[in-house]
Protein backbone atom coordinates (compact mmCIF):
# COMPACT_ATOMS: atom_id res chain seq x y z
CA UNK A 1 0.00 0.00 0.00
CA UNK A 2 1.22 3.41 -0.89
CA UNK A 3 0.69 6.42 1.27
CA UNK A 4 -1.64 8.94 -0.06
CA UNK A 5 1.15 11.62 0.76
CA UNK A 6 3.59 10.13 -1.87
CA UNK A 7 0.79 10.47 -4.64
CA UNK A 8 0.25 13.89 -3.66
CA UNK A 9 3.90 14.76 -3.85
CA UNK A 10 3.91 13.45 -7.16
CA UNK A 11 0.96 14.88 -8.60
CA UNK A 12 1.80 18.53 -7.03
CA UNK A 13 5.48 18.03 -8.43
CA UNK A 14 3.75 17.70 -12.17
CA UNK A 15 2.05 20.95 -11.46
CA UNK A 16 4.67 22.82 -9.93
CA UNK A 17 7.97 21.20 -12.23
CA UNK A 18 10.46 21.80 -9.17
CA UNK A 19 10.76 20.39 -6.40
CA UNK A 20 11.19 23.79 -4.22
CA UNK A 21 7.91 25.07 -5.23
CA UNK A 22 6.66 21.49 -4.76
CA UNK A 23 8.01 22.10 -0.88
CA UNK A 24 6.42 25.21 -0.56
CA UNK A 25 3.02 23.99 -2.38
CA UNK A 26 3.04 21.27 0.56
CA UNK A 27 4.70 23.24 3.62
CA UNK A 28 7.22 20.72 3.57
CA UNK A 29 11.19 20.87 3.31
CA UNK A 30 12.91 19.67 -0.06
CA UNK A 31 14.65 16.87 1.43
CA UNK A 32 11.08 15.58 2.65
CA UNK A 33 9.85 15.13 -1.07
CA UNK A 34 13.25 14.38 -2.27
CA UNK A 35 13.21 11.28 0.06
CA UNK A 36 9.29 10.99 -0.64
CA UNK A 37 9.63 10.89 -4.79
CA UNK A 38 12.91 8.72 -4.21
CA UNK A 39 10.17 6.27 -1.55
CA UNK A 40 7.81 6.07 -4.18
CA UNK A 41 10.34 4.84 -6.95
CA UNK A 42 11.27 2.06 -4.99
CA UNK A 43 8.01 1.28 -3.90
CA UNK A 44 6.78 1.03 -7.37
CA UNK A 45 9.95 -0.34 -8.89
CA UNK A 46 9.94 1.92 -11.59
CA UNK A 47 12.06 5.27 -12.89
CA UNK A 48 9.73 8.20 -12.28
CA UNK A 49 12.36 10.63 -12.79
CA UNK A 50 15.12 11.83 -15.53
CA UNK A 51 18.17 13.41 -12.79
CA UNK A 52 20.23 16.13 -14.21
CA UNK A 53 23.02 18.87 -12.42
CA UNK A 54 20.53 21.38 -11.89
CA UNK A 55 17.08 19.72 -13.33
CA UNK A 56 15.00 17.11 -12.69
CA UNK A 57 11.97 15.91 -14.90
CA UNK A 58 9.62 13.47 -15.00
CA UNK A 59 10.13 9.99 -17.67
CA UNK A 60 7.43 9.25 -19.71
CA UNK A 61 6.44 6.69 -17.07
CA UNK A 62 6.96 9.43 -14.30
CA UNK A 63 3.88 11.68 -16.48
CA UNK A 64 1.76 8.59 -16.67
CA UNK A 65 2.36 7.92 -12.74
CA UNK A 66 1.60 12.04 -11.95
CA UNK A 67 -1.49 11.94 -13.79
CA UNK A 68 -3.06 8.53 -12.43
CA UNK A 69 -1.52 10.50 -8.48
CA UNK A 70 -3.53 13.44 -9.82
CA UNK A 71 -7.30 11.22 -10.23
CA UNK A 72 -6.35 9.15 -6.92
CA UNK A 73 -5.78 12.47 -4.73
CA UNK A 74 -8.70 13.82 -6.43
CA UNK A 75 -10.58 10.65 -5.30
CA UNK A 76 -9.79 11.03 -1.95
CA UNK A 77 -10.95 14.41 -1.85
CA UNK A 78 -14.59 13.74 -3.37
CA UNK A 79 -14.89 10.64 -1.08
CA UNK A 80 -13.49 12.90 2.49
CA UNK A 81 -16.11 15.89 0.95
CA UNK A 82 -18.97 12.94 0.48
CA UNK A 83 -18.28 11.55 3.69
CA UNK A 84 -18.48 14.91 5.61
CA UNK A 85 -21.96 16.13 3.27
CA UNK A 86 -23.49 12.48 4.43
CA UNK A 87 -22.80 12.68 8.11
CA UNK A 88 -24.14 16.20 7.93
CA UNK A 89 -27.25 15.14 6.48
CA UNK A 90 -27.78 12.19 8.86
CA UNK A 91 -27.50 15.19 11.73
CA UNK A 92 -29.68 18.15 9.78
CA UNK A 93 -32.50 17.67 7.53
CA UNK A 94 -31.39 19.27 4.11
CA UNK A 95 -34.03 20.01 1.70
CA UNK A 96 -33.34 22.00 -1.21
CA UNK A 97 -35.85 23.56 -4.09
CA UNK A 98 -35.60 24.12 -8.07
CA UNK A 99 -38.47 26.76 -6.10
CA UNK A 100 -38.45 29.43 -3.37
CA UNK A 101 -42.31 29.43 -2.44
CA UNK A 102 -42.54 25.63 -1.01
CA UNK A 103 -39.54 26.48 1.35
CA UNK A 104 -41.54 29.22 2.59
CA UNK A 105 -44.24 26.75 3.57
CA UNK A 106 -41.44 24.01 4.93
CA UNK A 107 -39.49 26.99 7.06
CA UNK A 108 -43.02 27.73 8.41
CA UNK A 109 -44.26 23.99 8.89
CA UNK A 110 -40.66 22.23 10.29
CA UNK A 111 -39.79 25.66 12.38
CA UNK A 112 -36.90 24.13 13.75
CA UNK A 113 -33.09 24.38 13.96
CA UNK A 114 -32.99 20.37 12.80
CA UNK A 115 -33.34 21.12 9.29
CA UNK A 116 -31.42 23.59 6.76
CA UNK A 117 -33.14 24.93 3.53
CA UNK A 118 -31.71 26.10 0.13
CA UNK A 119 -33.14 27.92 -2.72
CA UNK A 120 -31.09 26.73 -6.11
CA UNK A 121 -32.97 27.10 -9.68
CA UNK A 122 -30.00 25.21 -11.21
CA UNK A 123 -29.78 22.42 -9.31
CA UNK A 124 -29.90 18.74 -10.56
CA UNK A 125 -32.41 16.12 -8.45
CA UNK A 126 -30.02 12.93 -9.36
CA UNK A 127 -26.55 14.27 -8.88
CA UNK A 128 -27.72 16.47 -5.46
CA UNK A 129 -29.20 13.55 -3.50
CA UNK A 130 -26.97 10.93 -5.11
CA UNK A 131 -23.67 13.12 -3.26
CA UNK A 132 -26.01 13.38 0.01
CA UNK A 133 -25.87 16.84 -0.71
CA UNK A 134 -29.44 16.96 0.58
CA UNK A 135 -32.15 14.63 2.26
CA UNK A 136 -35.19 16.23 -0.24
CA UNK A 137 -35.37 17.90 -3.35
CA UNK A 138 -38.31 19.59 -4.18
CA UNK A 139 -38.78 20.36 -7.67
CA UNK A 140 -41.46 20.27 -10.94
CA UNK A 141 -40.77 17.21 -11.86
CA UNK A 142 -40.75 13.51 -10.57
CA UNK A 143 -38.45 11.37 -10.81
CA UNK A 144 -37.54 7.63 -10.18
CA UNK A 145 -34.72 5.48 -10.89
CA UNK A 146 -33.06 2.22 -8.81
CA UNK A 147 -31.93 4.76 -6.04
CA UNK A 148 -34.44 7.52 -6.46
CA UNK A 149 -38.20 7.67 -6.40
CA UNK A 150 -40.27 10.85 -5.72
CA UNK A 151 -43.56 11.91 -4.10
CA UNK A 152 -46.11 14.84 -5.09
CA UNK A 153 -46.80 17.23 -2.66
CA UNK A 154 -49.12 19.62 -4.12
CA UNK A 155 -49.59 22.55 -6.56
CA UNK A 156 -48.34 25.77 -6.20
CA UNK A 157 -50.53 27.98 -7.91
CA UNK A 158 -49.91 31.59 -9.41
CA UNK A 159 -51.75 34.95 -8.58
CA UNK A 160 -51.52 38.47 -9.28
CA UNK A 161 -51.93 41.34 -7.29
CA UNK A 162 -53.90 44.30 -9.01
CA UNK A 163 -54.50 47.97 -7.70
CA UNK A 164 -58.28 47.12 -6.38
CA UNK A 165 -59.39 50.07 -8.86
CA UNK A 166 -58.53 48.44 -12.18
CA UNK A 167 -61.14 46.84 -14.12
CA UNK A 168 -59.89 43.44 -13.57
CA UNK A 169 -59.68 44.05 -9.68
CA UNK A 170 -63.33 42.77 -10.18
CA UNK A 171 -63.18 39.25 -11.03
CA UNK A 172 -63.06 36.39 -9.21
CA UNK A 173 -59.71 34.36 -11.60
CA UNK A 174 -58.23 36.18 -14.47
CA UNK A 175 -56.52 34.62 -17.62
CA UNK A 176 -52.60 35.41 -18.76
CA UNK A 177 -54.07 37.21 -21.63
CA UNK A 178 -56.03 39.73 -19.97
CA UNK A 179 -52.44 41.14 -18.39
CA UNK A 180 -50.35 41.73 -21.70
CA UNK A 181 -49.00 44.92 -21.92
CA UNK A 182 -48.99 45.94 -18.04
CA UNK A 183 -45.95 46.26 -15.96
CA UNK A 184 -44.99 44.26 -13.45
CA UNK A 185 -42.80 44.37 -10.54
CA UNK A 186 -40.90 40.99 -9.92
CA UNK A 187 -38.29 39.63 -7.59
CA UNK A 188 -35.52 38.17 -9.98
CA UNK A 189 -35.22 34.99 -7.80
CA UNK A 190 -38.30 32.87 -8.30
CA UNK A 191 -37.26 29.75 -10.31
CA UNK A 192 -39.35 28.59 -13.09
CA UNK A 193 -42.44 31.16 -12.73
CA UNK A 194 -39.95 33.34 -14.22
CA UNK A 195 -39.89 31.89 -17.93
CA UNK A 196 -43.38 31.12 -17.22
CA UNK A 197 -44.82 34.83 -16.92
CA UNK A 198 -42.20 36.29 -20.08
CA UNK A 199 -43.67 33.05 -21.94
CA UNK A 200 -47.66 33.83 -21.00
CA UNK A 201 -47.51 37.83 -21.35
CA UNK A 202 -46.06 38.77 -24.03
CA UNK A 203 -45.24 42.81 -24.39
CA UNK A 204 -45.28 42.79 -20.82
CA UNK A 205 -43.12 44.94 -19.13
CA UNK A 206 -40.81 43.27 -15.84
CA UNK A 207 -39.41 45.36 -13.06
CA UNK A 208 -36.82 42.57 -11.79
CA UNK A 209 -35.84 43.66 -7.79
CA UNK A 210 -32.71 41.21 -7.22
CA UNK A 211 -33.38 42.44 -2.95
CA UNK A 212 -36.49 41.96 -1.39
CA UNK A 213 -36.43 45.12 0.79
CA UNK A 214 -36.39 46.86 -2.30
CA UNK A 215 -38.82 45.40 -3.68
CA UNK A 216 -40.99 45.51 -0.02
CA UNK A 217 -40.34 49.20 -0.18
CA UNK A 218 -41.76 50.00 -4.20
CA UNK A 219 -44.65 48.16 -3.54
CA UNK A 220 -45.54 50.28 -0.47
CA UNK A 221 -45.00 53.36 -2.68
CA UNK A 222 -46.31 52.57 -6.19
CA UNK A 223 -49.08 50.52 -7.83
CA UNK A 224 -47.32 48.18 -10.14
CA UNK A 225 -49.62 45.00 -9.83
CA UNK A 226 -46.77 42.19 -8.69
CA UNK A 227 -47.14 37.94 -8.03
CA UNK A 228 -47.40 35.68 -5.39
CA UNK A 229 -48.45 31.89 -4.89
CA UNK A 230 -50.28 30.05 -2.39
CA UNK A 231 -47.24 29.38 -1.03
CA UNK A 232 -45.55 32.58 -0.99
CA UNK A 233 -47.27 36.08 -0.16
CA UNK A 234 -44.08 38.37 -1.92
CA UNK A 235 -44.55 41.05 0.95
CA UNK A 236 -44.75 41.61 4.54
CA UNK A 237 -47.81 40.06 6.53
CA UNK A 238 -48.21 43.97 8.34
CA UNK A 239 -47.74 45.30 4.74
CA UNK A 240 -50.53 43.50 3.44
CA UNK A 241 -52.71 44.57 5.64
CA UNK A 242 -52.16 48.28 4.19
CA UNK A 243 -52.16 47.03 0.33
CA UNK A 244 -54.58 48.74 -1.98
CA UNK A 245 -54.57 45.65 -4.22
CA UNK A 246 -56.13 42.77 -4.86
CA UNK A 247 -54.89 39.07 -5.24
CA UNK A 248 -56.93 37.47 -7.84
CA UNK A 249 -55.24 33.62 -8.72
CA UNK A 250 -54.38 33.38 -12.57
CA UNK A 251 -56.67 30.25 -13.90
CA UNK A 252 -54.48 29.11 -17.06
CA UNK A 253 -53.12 25.19 -16.62
CA UNK A 254 -49.17 26.83 -16.97
CA UNK A 255 -49.86 28.85 -13.72
CA UNK A 256 -50.53 26.01 -11.75
CA UNK A 257 -46.96 23.73 -11.08
CA UNK A 258 -47.46 20.11 -9.43
CA UNK A 259 -44.74 20.34 -6.79
CA UNK A 260 -43.24 16.78 -6.13
CA UNK A 261 -40.21 15.81 -3.02
CA UNK A 262 -37.10 13.44 -4.55
CA UNK A 263 -35.42 11.25 -2.32
CA UNK A 264 -33.19 8.24 -1.64
CA UNK A 265 -34.93 5.25 -1.79
CA UNK A 266 -32.50 4.15 1.48
CA UNK A 267 -33.92 7.14 3.26
CA UNK A 268 -38.08 6.53 2.73
CA UNK A 269 -38.36 5.84 6.26
CA UNK A 270 -36.85 9.41 7.38
CA UNK A 271 -38.03 11.39 4.93
CA UNK A 272 -41.92 10.16 5.36
CA UNK A 273 -42.71 11.95 8.14
CA UNK A 274 -41.53 15.18 6.46
CA UNK A 275 -43.41 14.87 3.85
CA UNK A 276 -46.98 13.78 5.77
CA UNK A 277 -46.48 16.98 7.37
CA UNK A 278 -45.72 18.87 4.32
CA UNK A 279 -48.71 17.85 2.86
CA UNK A 280 -51.29 17.88 5.38
CA UNK A 281 -50.13 22.33 5.54
CA UNK A 282 -50.38 22.62 1.79
CA UNK A 283 -52.65 25.21 0.86
CA UNK A 284 -55.41 24.38 -1.74
CA UNK A 285 -54.47 25.54 -5.32
CA UNK A 286 -57.18 27.37 -6.83
CA UNK A 287 -57.72 27.66 -10.66
Request: charged share 15%.
Amino acid sequence: MIDLYLWMELATFARTGTLAQTATALNVTQPTVTRGMQKLEDLLGVTLFDRHPNRLALTPTGQLAATLAQQLVTANDQAVAQIHTYDQEQQTFIIKSTLPGPLLLIDRVLNTTAHQTEFDPNLVPDQTLLSHAASLVLSSHGLTTKQIESQYLGTESLAVNLDQFMYHANQATIRFQELRGLSFLVLQDIGQWRDIIQDQIPGANFLYQAEHTAFTEITQYSDFPYFSTNLSTAIPADQAANDNRVRIPISDTAAQMPIYASYLRSQRQRVMPVLTMIRQAWPEAVR
